[in-house]
């Protein structure tokens, strides 16, 4: 578990700073403010959806329902722009992403053998 969250955080991390190179971050930055690592068995990040997303042009406090991290995380992460409703975000690029999922592929292997090697560490010490 402790390996987990350690490569958990760092990935965290990478994903904050990468979300900060994206063209028109601001949406990308307030979600990635958001992610958490977890304590699992797995490395886990998980996103504090339930929390007001603080938008520069139209403030919740103006709105009906307030607008939730949860509620823009797809739009910056995958983009948008087909329907009126997604207009504010980047162009949508399919499955690839602008900053979580690049992240996560360009350190899958990084990911994989920190865990792994965490893993071997824990079975010399219980001798199996």
Sequence with gaps: ??????????????VR???GTVSRSSQAIQVAKGLRATNDRIPTIKLRSGEAFISK????RTRRKPVTRGDVFFGAEFGGGTK????QFLRHRGQSGYFF???VRK?????????????DRVVKQLGL
């Design 1 to 14: 578990r402790k390996v987990a969250y350690q490569i958990a955080q760092n990935l965290q991390k990478e």
């Design 84 to 87: 009126k409703s997604t207009k």
């Design 107 to 119: 350190r899958k292997n990084e990911i994989a053998k920190e865990y792994l090697e965490g893993m």
């Design 57 to 60: 042009s139209r403030p919740n």
């Design 101 to 103: 999922w690049p992240t």
């Design 17 to 19: 700073i990468e979300a």
